[in-house]
């Protein structure tokens, strides 16, 4: 919308300035009409941009509290003349330097893929239909909405009906029939059935919109649980570190009576130990390059978050059709039933007639018009489309009848049995079987069919090659420990032999969902069978909150209106780009590619990433352990701080930042499991403990032999050093030769720092008794936090005894059998 000078142009091209034209269903706008439109501010332009501006990236980057707490630390040593301690502020530069590179680099990266999955609406202009983005739609444009399409500004209908589903806006999910002169709620998805639909509120005015815009005034944008985790540690420590600095600062100068200059040094070193400054910044820049590594393999990520939630995946659940399958689906020869009544004449001269339309709804229906469509002179008064909640389509002929084809048992009901057995035998070979039959009344799909009305005539199979990629892609996950559900509208007899052939493990557990009804059904099924046939869209999403329930992470894959409401409820949803517009708005992940076999990709990044966060989390927080503990002790105790800031970050660079950074590029292929900070706190706490017992004890050695400060520190710097390496030794078990070498190159460093650059890490060369002192605190250290380690893992171990225990039930068998 153009931004106008003075009062009079801007109510000129107001939105008001434009009324309101009820242009003809099948004319539509001119393009002059819409571009005037467009020009006052009506197009239908989204409330929110997918992603960051780039201005806002920068300034989140630059403007946080620790940068600000840094910006003082280095006024603070610039007034005392510490210039050479400024070292750190170089390092925290260059890390908001890399964090704005990188996150730019991925938001240029989504953008890039979100132009090119931007779904495009039929709409009528000048009397001919025109594909346009959803943005450049405008009010008063009229737009054919058919089934999978998503609902994308508040309209009503003005030719045609179809069945929508509002659950993603209203949280009903019962379909609903819309009829001419009807509103359609934008957010709302066609599940059946086509219609032509006015645009009445567009852009912000739009009912999802507003909802949108009311959302984001009340509601924080949802955080996964490592970035929670991230946050509140980032709070408490910024809580704790001014009043911490202003004590620490005094009892040096006031109690120990240090010079100011020596006083500030200590304090803005010890400060800077408690600060994670790489932390914050390795997460977001790993979860970028994620991004970035993701579309490299034509997967869009629309939810940061979710990369996390990969990491933690043990359940995926798939559907037959796209994932196990070939998209595209074959029609076979009909199966006759009764020969006498219906010979395969009539079945044939039914089926031309049937699907004599010019193009398919959904894939089932295209493979049936290739194999039957031919030349007919009967005329079809009416159509029941075909719903993921019936599983049948209905046809009525002027003087021929009315036909129904769709799921057997569904479309026979309580009759079912009659034709079990020969939909048996085509459903253990695999074949989708759908039942031409002939109906004794006009269908409604808003009420059941009446099996007693119903003649069957013929079964239809059909058939959906294995992908070639999908044994292999099922077995990497049973390697990999996480468990597949297949969840299928299909007969369960053919989704399983299907799963079967592909090498789903367990594919011979399957059940027909139509004997789930309560919670409690679903909540067994889910722990006993691996396939689920005959599933409605509410079944499917009552599955995974089941498997969530019951202590699962789930992904779920989908490509159409029937996978929406699973999709959103999974706690990662992945959609296929050639499947609905409804689906791709509502998951995390899409597949550009609709390729399933990029999903073990999919997930090993996730772990990779997270697992690489932690460990890296891990190297950053033995340091702010230990700068914790030591401040409080030099705060209860008369004790200087043994450290000066060029020294710490030096110690910080070599045994936390570099190595952290080649850690996060590590392939790393385990399932997460646990809470984020828990598992790094239980791995960091042995470090920072042995840092702390260790540097204590050198200070009595130091109080005992009045060793110098600057020895002192120097001791402290080369002990931390030391115990710095054998955490990064720890934390990149088990080793491979890129990790043995990144220990190697660090602890190098750490010696030429020592041996060849000491002045400038202000290092100086030790006394006899000094030297000796630091050896044996150095193979102490060693032994320490071994013992250390070894009490943890031992107390790892107690603790999942007693889970063990009390899960079985027997965590107090001993106090139950009375002797007496």
Known sequence: MKKHKTQQEALLYSPQAVSVREASPDDGLTDDEALLRREHGLANTPVESPTKTEKQIVLQHSLTFFNFIFVILAVCLIIVGSYKD???????????????????????????????????????????????????????????????????????VVSGSAQLNEALVTGEADQIAKAEGDALLSGSFVVAGRCRARLTKV?????????????????????????????????????????????????????????????????????????????????????????????????????????????????????????????????GDPVLLAEKEFPMSRVKSVLSAYYNLPDGENDTERAMIEYYRGETDWHCRARVPFTSATKWSAAVFEGQGSYVIGAPDFIMGARFGLLKEAVDVLAASGYRVLLLAQYDGIPDNTAPLQPSRVYPMALIPLTNRIRPDAPDTFRYFAEQGVTVKVISGDNPRTVAEVARQAGIRDAGKYIDAARLKEDEDYAEAVEKYTVFGRVTPDQKRKLVRALQAAGHTVAMTGDGVNDVLALKDADCGIAMASGSDAACHVAQLVLMDSNFRSMPYVVGEGRRVINNIQRAATLFLVKNIFSFLLSLFTLLFNLPYPLVPIQLSMISALTIGVPAFFLALEPNRERITGRFMLNVLRQALPGGLANLAVVLLLQAFAAAFTFPNDQLCTMAAAILSGIGLLVLFEVCRPLNWKRGGVIGAMALAVILCFAAFG??????????????VLGVLILLSYYLFRTILWAFEQLDSLIETIRKKKEDGTLFSAFDDDPY
């Open 86 to 156: 400024l070292f750190f502020l170089v390092i925290a530069i260059a890390n908001t330097l890399i964090g704005i590179f990188q996150e730019i680099r991925s938001k240029r990266t989504i953008d890039k893929m979100t132009l090119m999955s931007v779904h495009k609406y039929t709409a009528i202009r000048s009397g001919k239909k025109q594909m346009i983005p959803s943005d450049l739609l405008v009010r008063d444009d009229i737009v054919e909405f058919g089934p999978g399409d998503q609902i994308c500004a508040d309209a009503i």
């Open 203 to 331: 852009g912000a005015q739009s009912y999802v919109s507003r909802l949108t815009i009311e959302a984001k005034k009340n509601v924080r944008m949802a955080k996964s649980e490592m970035m929670q985790s991230l946050t509140k540690l980032i709070r408490v420590i910024g809580i704790a570190l001014v009043p911490m600095g202003i004590a620490l600062f005094m009892k040096q100068y006031f109690v120990l009576e240090m010079p100011v200059k020596s006083a500030v040094e200590s304090t803005v070193a010890a400060l800077i130990g408690m600060i994670p400054e790489g932390l914050f910044l390795l997460t977001s820049v790993a979860l970028a390059v994620s991004v970035i590594r993701l579309s490299r393999r034509k997967v869009l990520t629309q939810d940061m978050n979710c990369i996390e939630t990969l990491a933690r995946v043990d359940v995926l659940c798939v559907d037959k059709t796209g994932t196990i399958t070939e998209e595209v689906m074959k029609a």
């Open 759 to 772: 002045k400038v890490f202000d290092f100086v060369p030790l006394t006899d008794g000094g030297g000796l």
